[in-house]
């Protein structure tokens, strides 16, 4: 049973701050993403699957502008799942399942969804993992349908550019966070320890990512349109850059 979260909002206001400051341009990454389903499926009520969705940052901008969507937000992160399940309210199917194996689909409550929608996410995830993941998210998609990966995805034609924007990033980012303006990733969830109702599922967190955290693995762009094409994607493609990021695109 989940915990009671007595201010889901406040918890994912704070996410959201934490993830902006790795991702300025985080909102605008969002919106581009939506736009490209709204674009794709017919009608107000697309049925959307949120993979690796955290607390719920696009589900609940997914339902903000569909409002007749039905979501499933899927991650492995009990402290996440449960911010979510409090955010959501019950306006999206929570699963809990690991990526890290072809089994995530046995618990999702539809066969096919007309968008498969992630974000900071799969970079998680070992470059073999991540290749046979495309071909069983373009499974879940209806013909037609939609796939988005927003993540760090650098350009391989601009390597000395993208060091330095990583670089002043970086800088940027330490500022903000010897000044106090936005907590760090660590900060933040130290704060979800010192909580009486989260504190309870750190323990089963640390189960999982017993460092925090799991190995980080970016390939550049051309990788994954390669990866996605291999994996029977009718059309692959860059949808959005910014940066050092980039959201790519697979239509079933
Ligand atoms: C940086 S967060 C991004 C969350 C959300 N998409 C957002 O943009 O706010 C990365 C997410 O990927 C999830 N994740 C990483 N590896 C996973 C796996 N093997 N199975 C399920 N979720 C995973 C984490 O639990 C975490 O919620």
């Known amino acids: 049973m989940s915990p009671y979260i007595a201010d889901a909002a406040a918890w994912q206001e704070s996410w959201d701050r934490q993830q902006e400051a790795y991702l300025p341009d985080r909102e605008h990454r969002f919106a581009a993403v939506l736009d490209a ?33 039905e979501v499933t937000l899927l991650d492995i992160d009990p402290v996440l799942l449960a911010v979510a399940e409090a955010s959501l309210a019950g306006r999206a199917a929570i699963v809990s399942a690991d990526l890290g194996g072809p089994d995530w689909r046995d618990g999702l409550p539809h066969r096919r969804y007309d968008a498969v929608l992630t974000a900071t996410a799969l970079h998680w995830l070992a470059p073999e993992r991540l290749t046979a993941l495309y071909a069983e998210i373009r499974d879940v998609l209806r013909p037609g349908g939609i796939f988005v990966n927003a993540d760090h995805m650098p350009d391989d034609a601009l390597p000395t550019l993208t060091k330095r924007l990583t670089a002043r990033a970086e800088a940027r980012r330490s500022g903000r966070y010897a000044a106090g303006a936005v907590l760090s990733w660590q900060d933040w969830w130290a ?13 089963r967190r640390r189960q999982i990512y017993p460092t925090g955290h799991s190995a980080e693995w970016t390939p550049p762009v051309s990788w994954h349109l390669e990866a996605l094409r291999a994996a029977g994607f009718a059309e ?9 990021d980039a959201a790519v695109v697979g239509l079933r």
Not at 37 to 46: I, L, N, S
């Open 37 to 69: 389903v709204a674009a794709t499926t017919e009608g107000e009520a697309p049925r959307l699957l949120d993979l690796a969705g955290g607390t719920g940052s696009i589900s609940l901008r997914a339902l903000a502008r569909f409002p007749g969507a």
């Open 191 to 203: 704060h979800v320890a010192a909580d009486p109702a989260l504190a309870p599922l750190v323990e």
């Open 236 to 244: 692959a493609g860059t949808l959005w850059r910014g940066g050092p």
